[in-house]
C-alpha cells in the first residue's frame, strides 16, 4: 500500500499570506495525485488531479506541483474561505489519502 | 447539475448488516465509475470500494473485504453499499462519488455523506 504522508497536520496563516502543504508518498506516483478541500460539515471537493490540473471552477490562486514522491500544493493568497482542511489522495497503486493537513487562521 | 444523493443510514448493532444507497441525477450514470469513501469521526477519509461503469470490476479496501458488497443498478441511476458484520471501527460518515472521466480514480463529485453508528 502506498502511504500519503502530509505533515505538519496544521499551519497557521493570516488572510493573504502564501500557503504551501506538502505531500510525499511512501514510493512513486509519477503524477496520479489529487488534492481535496474538506470544510466543516461538507463533503470533499476535488481542487486538483493529475498533480497539477486545477478541477472545474478551482480558483486559478490554486496550483499544484510535483512528481515522483514530493507534492505541493498551493494557494497563492488565502482567502478567509480556504480555511479548511486539505487531503492529497494517488491513484497510481489503488487508491488512498493522506492524512490532511488544516490550514487554520492565524 | 450533478447530483450523489445517500441514504441508508443508522444506527446499527455490532454484527449486524445496513444497506447505503446512493442515488445519482445530472449526468449519464452508466459512463462513471463510482466509489464509496468513510470518514470516521475526528478522522481523515478512507476510500472504502469502487465498481467499474458496466459493474465488471470491484475492489475493495482490505478491511472489508467479505463484508462489504458494492454494487449498481444502471437502469436507476443507484449505487449500493451492502455492510454485512459490522463492526465499531466502521462507525463513519459514508460518501458516495463519481469517478472522474477517464481516470475513474479521482473523485469529482461527492454526495453530503451518511452516517453510519455501529453500537450495542
Known amino acids: 500500500e502506498i502511504v500519503l504522508t502530509q505533515s505538519p497536520a496544521t499551519l497557521s496563516f493570516s488572510p493573504g499570506e502564501r500557503a504551501t502543504l506538502s505531500c510525499r508518498a511512501s514510493q512513486s506516483v509519477s503524477t496520479d495525485l489529487a488534492w481535496y478541500q474538506q470544510k466543516p460539515g461538507q463533503a470533499p471537493r476535488l481542487l486538483i488531479y493529475?498533480?497539477?490540473i486545477r478541477g472545474t471552477g478551482i480558483p486559478a490562486r490554486f496550483s499544484g506541483s510535483g512528481s515522483g514522491t514530493d507534492f505541493t500544493l498551493t494557494i497563492s493568497s488565502l482567502e478567509p474561505e480556504d480555511f479548511a482542511v486539505y487531503y492529497c489522495q494517488q491513484r497510481s497503486n489503488g487508491l488512498t489519502f493522506g492524512g490532511g493537513t488544516k490550514v487554520e487562521i492565524k | 447539475q450533478v447530483q450523489l444523493v445517500e441514504s441508508g443510514g443508522g444506527v446499527v448493532q455490532p454484527g449486524r448488516s445496513l444497506r447505503l444507497s446512493c442515488a445519482a441525477s445530472?449526468?449519464?450514470?452508466?459512463?462513471?465509475?463510482m466509489h464509496w469513501v468513510r470518514q470516521a469521526p475526528g478522522k481523515g477519509l478512507q476510500w472504502v470500494a469502487v465498481i467499474s461503469y458496466d459493474d465488471s470490476n470491484k475492489f475493495y479496501l482490505g478491511a472489508v473485504k467479505g463484508r462489504f458488497t458494492i454494487s449498481r443498478d444502471n437502469s436507476n441511476n443507484t449505487m449500493y453499499l451492502q455492510m454485512k458484520s459490522l463492526r465499531a471501527e466502521d462507525t463513519a460518515i459514508y460518501y458516495c462519488?463519481?469517478?472522474?472521466?477517464?481516470?475513474?480514480?479521482?473523485?469529482?463529485?461527492w454526495g453530503q455523506g451518511s452516517p453510519v453508528t455501529v453500537s450495542s
Open positions: 493529475d498533480a497539477s
Open positions: 445530472g449526468f449519464i450514470f452508466s459512463n462513471y465509475a
Open positions: 462519488a463519481r469517478g472522474q472521466y477517464g481516470s475513474g480514480s479521482f473523485l469529482d463529485y
